[in-house]
């Protein structure tokens, strides 16, 4: 009998490189080869995320290195599992259309009352692999909004240094795989953003007005937005409930293509100031957890109120709960 095994994409975590590789399973280890060196990993320690369509099938490896497979038979084969239940139900459009058609029956009162709501509930159920996918677009979108995002001209070292403690600040527990860019953004000058799924923004004119720690800090307080899933909520309350079911069903395609026009959301409404304080609480107490000072956040944000102040460029995201931004800042001074 043949040994089953799929063919995947091997990162590192490390670098930018892809390698092809093969997978097959010898008792209870993955063995990857295809590299300079084989690698083995305990099956108990892979996440391999669900099925969702012609996406690819991801898997999590120990040490921060991610393989990525199309070959959907041979994974199943490798790891001895069926398709699972989201790749079954994004099939079955007839639950979409009776949710629709319930929707519909709310009327006014809904709107006003129940969306807010079923938003907040629609959060809460949706699988962490399709806010992946709706995040990816929705920043893959952002190139062609009027923001003039450009290559960031950081220097390596110090992108590596950032990298290396924003891992730092990811929960152990998270169910995110987070991605950190870096971006020069002359239109909106000094900033940072979060999109669902684990997609974090930092610019480079942000970068240049604050220290190391009071990156940190701020972007702390973008994984609190993440992880709070803040971004996801307001997506769903702006665009309607039919990209919430259609997520919630684990139809990420769909989903995706709904909400990719409203990539620069979280931008351009900007946070109520609940959210707002929620996401400081979250980056003071997970600083404050890793031996860090949580006073930086507050000391970023005076720098980024008084960068606005000098200059004509919109309101930057951290500071969308203005004019109570000075009463934010000694808040988080204390």
């Given at each position: 009998m043949s040994t089953p095994q799929a063919n995947a994409t091997f990162y590192d975590g490390a670098t930018s490189g892809a390698w092809p590789v093969t997978l097959t399973r010898e008792g209870q280890q993955l063995q990857v080869n295809g590299?300079?060196?084989?690698?083995?990993?305990?099956?108990?320690?892979?996440?391999?995320?669900?099925?969702?369509?012609s996406q690819p099938r991801r898997m999590a490896l120990?040490?921060?290195?991610?393989?990525?497979?199309?070959?959907?038979?041979?994974?199943?084969?490798?790891?001895?599992?069926?398709?699972?239940?989201?790749?079954?139900l994004e099939s079955r459009w007839r639950w979409v259309g009776y949710a629709a058609l319930?929707?519909?029956?709310?009327?006014?009162?809904?709107?006003?009352?129940?969306?807010?709501?079923?938003?907040?509930?629609?959060?809460l159920m949706t699988p962490p692999v399709v806010e992946r996918v709706i995040g990816d677009k929705a920043f893959e979108h952002l190139a062609t909004l009027d923001l003039d995002l450009k290559p960031t001209a950081l220097p390596a070292k110090r992108q590596a240094a950032l990298r290396q403690r924003f891992a730092q600040l990811v929960p152990s527990d998270s169910r995110y795989q987070y991605r950190l860019h870096f971006r020069a953004a002359p239109t909106i000058g000094a900033n940072a953003f979060a999109l669902p799924g684990g997609v974090v923004v930092l610019t480079d004119e942000l970068a240049a007005i604050v220290s190391d720690d009071e990156v940190i800090a701020?972007?702390?307080?973008?994984?609190?937005?993440?992880?709070?899933?803040?971004?996801?909520?307001?997506?769903?309350?702006?665009?309607?409930?039919?990209?919430?079911?259609?997520?919630?069903?684990?139809?990420?395609?769909?989903?995706?293509?709904?909400?990719?026009?409203?990539g620069a959301l979280v931008l351009q409404l900007g946070y109520s100031r609940e959210l707002e304080s929620e996401a400081d609480r979250y980056a003071q107490e997970r600083l404050t957890a890793l031996g860090q000072d949580r006073r930086k956040l507050g000391s970023a944000l005076a720098k980024l109120m008084k960068a606005h102040k000098e200059s004509e460029l919109k309101v930057p995201a951290l500071l969308s709960s203005h004019p109570d931004t000075a009463e934010r800042i000694k808040t988080l001074s204390r």
């Open positions: 590299l300079a060196e084989a690698r083995s990993y305990a099956l108990a320690e892979v996440k391999l995320e669900p099925r969702l369509g120990p040490g921060g290195a991610i393989c990525e497979s199309h070959d959907h038979d041979g994974i199943a084969a490798v790891f001895g599992q069926g398709d699972g239940l989201l790749h079954h319930l929707l519909a029956g709310f009327g006014v009162a809904f709107y006003l009352w129940g969306l807010p709501l079923l938003a907040s509930s629609a959060t701020v972007l702390a307080h973008e994984i609190g937005h993440v992880e709070l899933r803040h971004g996801l909520r307001m997506i769903y309350q702006s665009t309607g409930m039919g990209v919430a079911v259609s997520a919630v069903l684990g139809d990420a395609p769909s989903a995706a293509a709904q909400v990719a026009s409203f």
